[in-house]
């Protein structure tokens, strides 16, 4: 059989509920135009993100009943151990509540003010933490991604030259670790290849420079080496999985993206005397070491999920679901980036809605027009998320890329769901040309996506094209006068 089906039934349901467009309207005016703002019952279909939404299965249900809630040593701590140490190889782990909880563990530990940590491209809360410890967040994504390349099968590998060429010109210590994501999230969750991987290992253990992977979706990464990678088309997930970790030093993960679980996370490394110094810092804010700020049940859904994760006809189905909404949005005009991810749809709103400029917030404002036209929450990843504004100047620094992120929950929509994202998307590609821009009200000083407040504009304003300094921006870096 050529056809790709869900590999589980339906057990339990939960009602969706569906808003006029009027209430849509006086909806979004409400929440200030930013879709976080939003309550979920009045989307009808929430793709805002794929982490800790997905559905969980009838064997992590069974495992929440003979979760062990004992404070120290419960056994549901040892049966996520066991799960993640075989999984990933590392010789110990420590659980967190989730993923950035790792990120400012293991930085309290090894970051100090001034130094670079260089990776193919920083997840939003990485990025903040790094900088938080004073530290400065260096995105080094391969040309590939750079040059917007289709046909890529690797664009979220890190670029080994600009690596190389970091690591010779810093001064001695200044590179504490890298990273790599896997997926590259920020990057159109474009995987790493176990080349990259390799090759990258391979430069930084020259300079005696550790390598951490943020493994959220390590599962989808292997996937996309069987599928797309010379020679591992006929390896199995969990070899390709325990071959990616061997080149790492340790990692971090968010078990609400590859966990399929709804809460969690975890720091999985091989140095026991770094492990002692983390669980002294995560007893204070994080908890005792064998729960580490989560339940039992929490523990045994990820021990689980992280298995269901990595089973190949999850996989298959999963990256048909993707598939089939990228190339449905690609036939009737809608720039998505292609070859698409796993976990998400991606699509170019600046290539879509030519007519706003970056700095009025043209992702922002599709996104918007999404849930004002069907009730359809999604995320921009673009000026609104990474532009940044220097108050002192009143100049704004674009983003590379002004994207939309569609993100699929994990085993929670079906095709008839995306059916209906594909008929908003054809309304609104009609009317494409009214859409307006938004500005910037409000907005805190980091992380500002998540509680800024948006206002639409009545007129577009002219761009101007100009380099800037900013680390990461790469490409189209465009540099606007408020
Ligand atoms: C989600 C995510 C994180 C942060 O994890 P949280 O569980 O949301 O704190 C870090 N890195 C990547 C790549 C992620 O996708």
Redesign the pocket.
């Known amino acids: 059989m050529k056809t790709i089906i869900e590999p589980f039934r339906t057990k339990v349901v939960e009602p969706i509920y569906f808003t006029s467009q009027g209430e849509r309207e006086a909806l979004l005016a409400c929440a200030g135009y930013n879709l976080f703002k939003l309550n979920a019952k009045d989307c009808t279909i929430d793709f805002l993100t794929d982490?800790g939404t997905a559905a969980l299965s009838s064997d992590q249900w069974s495992a929440l009943m003979r979760a062990d809630e004992s404070y120290a040593g419960a056994s549901s701590f040892h049966r996520f151990e066991k799960s993640v140490k075989s999984i990933f190889g590392f010789k110990e782990v420590l659980p967190v509540h989730?993923?950035?909880?790792a990120?400012r563990l293991l930085f309290s530990e090894l970051v100090k003010p001034g130094q670079k940590i260089p990776s193919n491209t920083h997840?939003d809360?990485?990025r903040a933490n790094l900088e938080a410890r004073g530290a400065t967040a260096v995105d080094l994504p391969c040309r590939a991604w750079r040059d917007g390349d289709s046909a890529a099968s690797f664009a979220g590998n890190i670029d080994l030259s600009e690596l190389e060429r970091l690591i010779c010109e810093a001064e001695p210590g200044m590179i504490p670790f890298a990273m790599l994501?896997v997926t590259n999230?920020a990057c159109g969750g474009q995987p790493v290849s176990m080349r990259n991987l390799r090759q990258t290992s391979q430069l930084l253990k020259r300079h005696h420079i550790p390598l951490f992977i943020?493994a959220?979706?390590f599962a989808e990464n292997a996937y996309l080496i069987q599928q797309r990678e010379e020679n591992y088309s006929s390896t199995s997930i969990s070899s390709i999985v325990e071959e990616m970790f061997t080149y790492a030093d340790g990692c971090l993960m968010?078990c609400?993206?590859d966990g399929i679980a709804n809460i969690g996370?975890f720091i999985a490394l091989n140095d026991s005397e770094l492990v002692e110094r983390v669980k002294v810092e995560m007893i204070v804010t994080e908890g005792f070491p064998t729960y580490g700020g989560l339940s039992g049940r929490d523990l045994e859904t990820i021990a689980i999920g992280l298995y269901e994760a990595t089973n190949e006809d999850y996989l298959r189905y999963r990256e048909a679901s993707a598939r089939f909404l990228h190339d449905r949005l690609k036939r009737i005009g809608i720039p998505v980036i292609s070859p698409p991810a796993l976990h998400a749809v991606y699509v170019d709103a600046a290539a879509m809605l030519t007519h706003i400029p970056p700095l009025e917030l043209p992702g922002q404002a599709l996104a918007c027009e999404l849930y004002r036209e069907a009730g359809i929450r999604s995320c921009e990843i673009g000026t609104a998320m990474f532009g940044k504004s220097d108050p002192e100047t009143g100049i704004t620094v674009c983003a590379p890329h002004e994207l939309v992120r569609l993100a699929l929950p994990r085993r929670v929509y079906s095709q008839s769901h995306y059916e209906y994202v594909i008929e908003a998307f054809s309304n609104i590609n009609q009317r494409r040309s009214s859409i307006r821009g938004l500005k910037i009200t409000k907005q805190a000083e980091k992380l500002r996506h998540f509680t800024a407040v948006y206002e639409p504009i009545e007129k577009t304003s002219p761009s101007i094209n100009c380099d800037s300094e900013m680390e990461g921006f790469n490409k189209n870096r465009v540099l606007y006068e408020i």
């Open positions: 982490s989730q993923g950035r909880a990120e997840f809360t990485t994501t999230n943020d959220a979706r968010s609400k993206k996370g």
